[in-house]
């Protein structure tokens, strides 16, 4: 199983998760580029470059195929994985992520997101980090928010530009997921403040997608982690 972790994010999200997985999954976790220990490869990130650097590790490991798991951006690497590599790829498995490409009015987020960026980083990564989470959960996992935030500090700006060009850029790949012919999944979450649960439940329908809608919002992975590790497991 290949995990991909979100943007702000890196291969330690799934930390708490590989206890669990490990004992039925080969489990491979990466950086993407920018993130992490992984370094700036390009001005931009596009979710194409982001998989071929995926399919070179796995090249490098001898895997010839793997069940993807992609958290937010790492399901739009997943996908661009899926258009690139399909027979690579066993199953698919979106949390809290979409096909879409982002709407106009998201594409203008990205920009200004860009501008806050260049002006104060850490003050753009703390507001970011933060809205991910459920406002009904944010007190609760204040611990979570600051480790996300730490590690995100640490990652080099043009890194986090690159991502945010790259997934502005990205292709709308719904029919790449609804033409997908093996088994996929997207986990959502009721309170997804970035993915509207409702929207996102009826690009399931339309892809053929099992869909599970669990509690929590866009950080589901810490806000209902025992329900996802138990749901992982099933789907094996």
């Known amino acids: 199983m ?10 330690t999200m799934w930390k708490s998760l ?42 490098k490991l001898q895997i010839s195929s793997a069940t993807f798991l992609g958290h937010s951006m790492g399901g739009y690497v997943t996908l661009a994985y899926a258009d690139m590599f399909s027979e690579k790829v066993d199953k698919l498995i979106l949390l809290n992520s979409t096909p879409a490409a982002d709407s106009e009015e998201r594409k203008a987020n990205r920009d200004r997101a860009l501008k806050v960026v260049d002006q104060n980083l850490q003050a753009y990564i ?55 012919e093996k088994e996929k999944y997207m986990i959502l979450a009721e309170e997804d403040p970035i993915l509207p649960v409702l929207e996102a439940k009826q690009l399931a329908m339309r892809c053929n997608c099992n869909a599970k809608i669990i509690e929590g919002g866009h950080m589901s992975l810490i806000e209902n982690q025992g329900l996802i590790i138990e749901y992982l497991l099933l789907i094996g």
């Open 2 to 11: 290949v995990l991909l972790h979100g943007f702000l994010e890196s291969a």
């Open 18 to 59: 590989l206890p669990k997985l490990s004992q039925k999954y080969f489990v491979i976790t990466i950086d993407l580029p920018g993130h992490g220990k992984s370094g700036v490869v390009s001005e931009i990130h596009t979710m194409e470059l982001m998989a071929e650097v995926v399919d070179e590790i796995l090249q």
């Open 126 to 180: 703390s507001m970011a980090i933060g809205n991910l989470f459920a406002e009904s959960s944010r007190e609760r996992f204040a611990t979570e928010i600051e480790a996300l935030k730490r590690e995100a500090y640490s990652f080099p700006v043009e890194g986090i530009k690159a991502a945010i060009k790259g997934m502005r850029d990205r292709e709308d790949r719904t029919e790449i997921l609804k033409n997908f």
